[in-house]
């Protein structure tokens, strides 16, 4: 069964560009959740998806924003990046209920460097 | 909302000792506490969860208790091994979190030989 897929691994943007980043989630999962984790700031929620709809956004800028297919695939965007976006951003899918219920498989993160 | 206070934020003990770590929450609505192990360069994986209605669950050499009144819940490891190494995060759901788990901020165990 294959778990949840990030895409790229590693990213390196210049401040004021956009960014985007890919979850798969498990197959037969159709929530997908986003973290910010930093040193100082441990996991903190950007939003979650499921069915295409956003239902839970945490306390980000605008410039953060996210989307789901039909087939789970979420992605999400940074515009206008700082150099305080600078993380690894992980993905975390779960079966309905964002993770609340039976907790979530993470992915293996997109590391974001903002130079 | 939901604030969880994570206590230390590094431990280091002998090989075969135990390790606790401790969380406290400040939403009383809250029913779902796990926890995850995120060993260098990996993702967080799940350890062990508990709710609301349980005080304590065990799983081989890690337990999780629960003070409902005191609003804090503690992650208990005992015999520890060097691969017990990692950052352990606590974490808290409650209705009003809608579909968010509210982490702490982790703890670096270290485990020496």
């Known amino acids: 069964k294959a778990g949840v897929t990030q895409t790229p691994r590693y990213l390196i943007k210049t401040r004021g560009q956009q960014v985007t980043l890919s979850c798969s989630p498990i197959s037969g999962h159709r929530s997908v959740s986003w973290y910010q984790q930093t040193p100082g700031q441990g996991l903190q929620f950007l939003f979650e998806y499921f069915s295409e709809t956003q239902r839970n956004k945490g306390n980000f800028p605008g410039r953060f924003s996210g989307r789901q297919f039909s087939n789970s695939r979420s992605e999400m965007n940074v515009s206008t990046l700082e150099l305080g976006d600078s993380a690894l951003y992980l993905c975390a899918s779960s079966l309905n209920t964002g993770g609340r219920d039976y907790g979530y498989t993470f992915g293996s993160g997109t590391r974001l460097t903002v130079v | ?113």
């Open chain 2, 1 to 113: 909302g939901e604030n969880v206070e994570q206590h230390p934020s590094t431990l280091s003990v002998q090989e075969g000792d135990s390790a606790v770590i401790k969380c406290t929450y400040s939403d009383s609505a809250s029913n779902y506490f796990p926890w995850y192990k995120q060993e260098l360069g990996k993702r967080p994986q799940l350890i062990i969860d508990i709710r609301s209605n349980v005080g304590e669950k065990k799983d081989q050499r890690i337990a999780v208790t629960l003070n409902k009144t005191a609003k804090h819940f503690s992650l208990h490891i005992t015999e520890t091994q060097p691969e017990d190494s990692a950052v352990y995060f606590c974490a808290a759901w409650n209705s009003n979190s809608g579909y968010a788990l509210n982490f702490g901020k982790g703890t670096s165990l270290l485990v020496t030989p």
